[in-house]
C-alpha cells in the first residue's frame, strides 16, 4: 500500500482540488495506530478472560429418528453454554450463562423422554413450544433439571404414526 494519500478539498470559490500528503507526515498518526492496535489487543484480551463458549456439543438422543430433518443442510441436535463473567473488585464477579439447544428428532409418542442432556447442563427446567408439522398443533419440549428431555404431543394429534411427529427447532435462554 502506498504511503501517499490524495485528499480532495475545495477552495473558497468551491473549486475542487488535490493535495498530496505522506503517512509519514500527518502529525500523531502513528501514536493514534498504535492507540487503535493496544485497543484491538485489550478487547480480544477481554473477550478471552470474559466469555467462554463450549461450541455445539453432541448429546444422547433416545429415538432411533436423531439427525434425519434436513440432513443436507439443517442442524444437528446439540447443547451450547457462553458463559460472560462481568463485574470487578468493589462488586464482585458475577456470571450469565447462555445456553441453547439445538432438536433434530422424529418417531416418538406423546409423554416419552427422548433424549438425555449431560449431568448439570439444567439449572432449572424449561420448556418451549416447537412446530410440528402441517396441521398439527405445536409439540411442548420439556427439558427437565435432571437434563431429561421429555415431549407432549396436544390430544388432538396424538392418533397415527409416531413417525409422524418431529421436532426441528432451536431454543435459547439466560440463566
Not at 493535495?19 to 485497543?39: I, K, M, P, S
Not at 412446530?131 to 404431543?153: D, F
Request: aromatic share 14%; with cysteine.
Amino acid at each position: 500500500m502506498s504511503k501517499n494519500i490524495e485528499i480532495k478539498m475545495a477552495s473558497d470559490n468551491g473549486e475542487q482540488f488535490y493535495t498530496r500528503a505522506h503517512v509519514d507526515g500527518l502529525d500523531g498518526f502513528e501514536e493514534y495506530y498504535q492507540n487503535l492496535l493496544t485497543v484491538a489487543d485489550n478487547l480480544a484480551s477481554f473477550q478471552a478472560d470474559h466469555i467462554q463458549d463450549t461450541g455445539w456439543l453432541d448429546y444422547e438422543v433416545g429415538t432411533s429418528g436423531k439427525n434425519t430433518l434436513y440432513s443436507d443442510d439443517g442442524f444437528k441436535c446439540g447443547i451450547r453454554r457462553i458463559f460472560y463473567v462481568y463485574g470487578n473488585a468493589k462488586t464482585g464477579q458475577k456470571y450469565i450463562t447462555q445456553k441453547m439447544i439445538r432438536v433434530n428428532i422424529r418417531n416418538f409418542a406423546n409423554g416419552q423422554q427422548v433424549a438425555q442432556l449431560p449431568s448439570g447442563f439444567m439449572k432449572y427446567t424449561q420448556t418451549f413450544y416447537s412446530r410440528s408439522g402441517t396441521g398439527r398443533q405445536p409439540i411442548m419440549v420439556e427439558i427437565r433439571s435432571s437434563g431429561a428431555v421429555n415431549v407432549y404431543i396436544d390430544s388432538s394429534n396424538q392418533s397415527g404414526s409416531n413417525n409422524n411427529n418431529w421436532i426441528y427447532a432451536q431454543f435459547e435462554w439466560t440463566e
